[in-house]
């Protein structure tokens, strides 16, 4: 009778259990950390088994990590060639591919994964992330939101997520999507810190304080949480508390240079240059090739009038980074600052052809181009002034159509006026030239310019300009609008364009008849000069304006009698040069021209010639046709254009201007030896 054995288990290959022991053994070294004593191993284990699959993915991820990607992806290719359906073969090729830059083979390695594993948020994350970096922001957005649906608790996922809202432009997204994760874990310090980049961004800048607070509440030892604090704060003009935000990431990073630069950027705009010097180049002895930091020293070395250094500064930003726009922009401001004109030009121009939607640099090239004279192409070029954030009006976006120069007749047109009042005043040259288009026009302007202007332009009907408009200039019936600076476009293509005629403001007659008999009664027959030396605009009131002692050649004059038509707090400066020179200034007390520019235009009508430095005396004095000398800096604004004594803006107008740059002194000169000559040529009741 036969008999049955029991069959055993079938025997294993010794050689097979040892390669499996060591790769435990290289899996241990490798999660310790120890990639050398990992990859010797795996290397031992190859020998005998060359084609062990996961020993050949493993030593490929340590290739990976020790940044040896070519080999990397050589090992982990050979590992999908034994096992095409390994998805972690496939995940590990994926990062393998994004180091070394290929990208479309990285993507096919993810779907890859998600073909064999459509469950894996990891491999939806990383797509989502190589996407995005393609430029693919919607596909990134809807791969994200796939690895949410299979792992909506990730934070990292959720992270990716607003980024990618946030290059889109979609902040509202960004913001709920950055609270989503507050909601999983309320201590997340990255997440507020980026949730106030972000709501800073959307202009909730009280809201992005909050965040930042409560991230400096959880971990008061993040440097970058101080330091964009700082940039928060900054932004909301607490210039002193966002310098404690910087220098308290300063205490805990003091290798910070970010927080560096921008301490330095927040002590310029106090005006602190010589500190701010100091903190920049703090900042480049931690990083000599930081762009950024250089371009910001040559701003402040612009604003301390060290135009050279500044020059010095830009070209080394340049050097670092060849194409960086603002750099030439502002390489652009010093050359013309300079005189440098064509050199300017050429720089701004580069500029642009770096990035095509550069605001600032198409407004400033606009700009040059006007002072040299080339209307047409400069106008078109201002226009972009709109996009520019430090210019200083709003855009009023009222609703009717923009003007785009088409025909006028039997239309209705809104012209709403921007920026100071000397700018108001100067535009309005162009308003008779639009009125005789037989064109209904209703126009909004500074209040106190209202009665001037509606007496000057009786046909134009003229409404204050208010925070909130006036609700007939929101009439959709009126079939166009458009701001005054821009009519010159269509309006002021070359100068045969300009009116050369007398004035086209008219003072009451009234008033100035009043004030010249009572300055008359004064002066003893004397000539009435009216007299400004500085500018109160913040922005160039440095370059543009004089102080009196540098007058004293003009107001020595025996046989003019001086008014001040200087605007401000200035009764304590005339005082005081009265008592060092002896010399009189006649303060009018009646006349204020911050309050009533009515007054102030009646007051220079009454006067027979006016003396000012570029401001709103001398707009208002040209366009009242009175006789006015112009006082310039040796690169004027724009408007002035160069090497003439006349403007085509105002017919009645001399301009003297610099030799040097900021040397007021030949200008003063002149002017004293054209007094003197205009006093002997005027009517003889005049002495001298």
């Not at 393609?134 to 934070?155: F, H, Q």
């Not at 400069?378 to 025909?407: I, L, M, V």
Request: charged letters at 20%; a negative charge; aromatic letters at 10%.
């Amino acid at each position: 009778m036969n008999s049955k054995t029991d069959c055993g288990l079938p025997n294993q290959d010794p050689n097979q259990v040892d390669a499996e022991e060591d790769l435990q053994k290289a899996i241990g070294f490798h999660q310790a950390g120890k990639l050398r004593q990992a990859e010797l191993v795996c290397q031992q284990i190859l020998q005998i088994h060359p084609w062990n699959v996961n020993t050949l993915h493993l030593l490929g991820v340590i290739a990976y990590q020790v940044e040896n990607f070519e080999i990397a992806g050589d090992l982990i290719g050979q590992a999908i060639e034994v096992e095409p359906n390994q998805s972690s073969f496939f995940f590990s090729l994926g990062l393998v591919l994004k180091k070394q830059g290929k990208l479309a083979e990285a993507v096919n390695a993810y779907y890859k994964v998600l073909e064999i594993d459509p469950n894996n948020a990891d491999a939806y994350n990383n797509l989502g992330n190589i996407l995005g970096s393609s430029g693919k922001l919607e596909e990134a957005v809807d791969t994200y939101r796939k690895a949410l649906e299979i792992n909506p608790n990730d934070i990292k996922i959720y992270n990716n997520l607003s980024l990618a809202l946030k290059r889109q432009g979609k902040l509202a997204e960004a913001i709920d999507t950055y609270h989503k994760v507050l909601e999983i874990d309320s201590t997340d310090v990255g997440t507020y810190r980026n949730l106030g980049m972000v709501l800073a961004e959307q202009g909730e800048l009280e809201e992005a304080i909050n965040a930042y607070c409560k991230a400096l509440e959880i971990d008061s030892t993040d440097a970058g949480t101080h330091n964009n604090f700082g940039i928060i704060l900054k932004e909301q003009g607490k210039l002193e508390e966002a310098i404690d935000a910087y220098c308290k990431a300063l205490e805990i990073a003091p290798g910070y240079a970010d927080a560096y630069n921008n301490l330095g950027n927040v002590l310029q705009l106090q005006g602190n240059f010589e500190e701010a010097v100091v903190v920049y180049q703090k900042a480049l002895e931690i990083n000599p090739n930081d762009a950024r930091t250089h371009n910001n020293l040559g701003v402040t070395k612009q604003k301390q009038k060290k135009l050279v250094e500044a020059i010095d500064a830009y070209y080394k930003a340049l050097s670092i980074t060849p194409g960086y726009a603002d750099a030439y922009n502002n390489l652009g401001n010093v050359l013309q600052l300079q005189g440098n004109f064509e050199e300017a030009m050429v720089v701004y121009q580069k500029a642009l052809e770096i990035n095509s939607q550069f605001s600032e640099a198409h407004k400033n090239l606009g700009m040059l181009l006007l002072l040299t004279g080339e209307f047409e192409h400069g106008w078109k070029k201002y226009e972009w002034r709109w996009e520019c954030h430090d210019f200083p009006s709003e855009n009023r976006n009222f609703p009717q159509s923009a003007w785009d120069g088409t025909n006028l007749s039997g239309k209705s047109i809104l012209v709403w006026t921007e920026q100071g009042i000397g700018d108001e005043i100067m535009f309005a040259n162009m308003l008779d030239t639009l009125s005789q288009m037989e064109v209904k026009i209703i126009a909004e302007c500074e209040e106190r310019l209202v009665p001037l202007f509606q007496r000057s332009f009786p046909k134009i009907q003229f409404v204050s300009r208010e925070p909130k408009p006036n609700p007939i200039l929101l009439d959709k019936n009126i079939d166009y609008q458009v701001p005054i600076g821009s009519l010159a476009q269509w309006l002021r293509t070359d100068e045969s364009q300009f009116p050369n005629k007398g004035p086209y403001l008219s003072a009451s007659s009234e008033k100035v008849s009043q004030l010249r008999d009572k300055y008359e009664e004064l002066t003893n027959d004397k000539l009435l000069v009216g007299i400004s030396w500085k500018s109160i605009n913040h922005g160039i009131k440095k370059e543009k304006s004089t102080i009196l002692e540098n007058w004293t050649p003009i107001l020595s004059q025996p046989d003019c009698f001086f008014v001040n038509l200087q605007y401000g707090d200035i009764k304590q400066e005339i005082g005081e040069y009265r008592s060092a020179t002896g010399i009189l200034i006649y303060m009018d007390q009646e006349i204020n021209p911050l309050t009533n520019l009515d007054d102030f235009a009646a007051q220079i009508s009454a006067l027979d010639l006016i003396i000012s430095i570029s401001n709103t005396t001398v707009h208002m004095s040209g366009a009242l046709g009175k006789e006015v000398w112009t006082l310039l800096p040796y690169i004027p604004d724009w408007r002035w254009m160069l090497e003439r004594e006349d403007t085509p803006w105002y017919p009645t107008m001399k301009l003297f201007r610099q030799n040097q740059i900021n040397d007021w002194s030949n200008v003063f000169q002149q002017v004293s030896l054209a007094l003197k000559l205009h006093i002997k040529n005027v009517n003889p009741s005049v002495k001298g």
